[in-house]
C-alpha cells in the first residue's frame, strides 16, 4: 500500500490489484515503469524495514529457585517451631494477641505471619507460596530494571 501512495505522489498511473488473500499487485504502463521502479528503489532506501528483535525466552531455572527456596525454608520454620501450642515459645511470644499488640508489641504483626497450626496448614502455605514467587519471579515485568538507588535519588 505505501507503493501505491508513493506513486501518487510521483504522479505515475498505476492499478492496485489483489492477487490472492493479503497479496498486492500494482500495475503500470509499460511508458512509466523506469521511473516507478526509481520511485520505489528510493522510498525503500529512504525507508528500510525494521529489524524485527526477537527476544529469547528465559530460563525458568530462577524462577524455580526463588519458589523452591520459598517452599523449602517455610517447612523448615514449621519443623523448628512445631505446631500451636500454649507450651511454644514460638506461639506464646510471636503469635498474633490483639491486646498485646496494641499494648506495644507490634513485632507480632510480622512473627505471627511465619507460624503454622499444623504441618497441613504449613504445607499448604509452602506449596501455594512456592508456587507464587516462581510465577511472579518468571514474569515478564519482574525483569531486573536498571535502577539502583544512586539512580534514582541523583539529579543532573
Known amino acids: 500500500m505505501d507503493f501505491s501512495l508513493v506513486l501518487d505522489e510521483e504522479g505515475i498511473a498505476h492499478e492496485l490489484r489483489s492477487t490472492g488473500e493479503n497479496r498486492w499487485a500494482l500495475m503500470v504502463d509499460e511508458a512509466d515503469l523506469v521511473r516507478a521502479q526509481a520511485a520505489l ?7 528500510p524495514l525494521p529489524i524485527p528483535r526477537v527476544q529469547a525466552p528465559r530460563p525458568p531455572t530462577p524462577a524455580v529457585a526463588c519458589g523452591l527456596a520459598l517452599f523449602l525454608s517455610i517447612l523448615a520454620f514449621h519443623v523448628w517451631t512445631g505446631p500451636e501450642s500454649s507450651a511454644s515459645p514460638w ?12 499494648r506495644g508489641e507490634w513485632w507480632r504483626t510480622v ?3 511465619t507460624l503454622h497450626a499444623d504441618a497441613g496448614h504449613a504445607a499448604g502455605n509452602a506449596v501455594l507460596g512456592g508456587l507464587l514467587l516462581g510465577l ?21
Open 91 to 102: 506461639f506464646s511470644r510471636g503469635g498474633a494477641d490483639a491486646a498485646a499488640i496494641v
Open 136 to 156: 511472579l519471579a518468571s514474569s515478564p515485568w519482574a525483569r531486573p530494571r536498571r535502577c539502583s538507588a544512586r539512580w534514582a535519588f541523583s539529579r543532573p
Open 41 to 47: 528503489t528510493a522510498f525503500e532506501r529512504e525507508n
Open 111 to 113: 512473627t505471627a505471619l
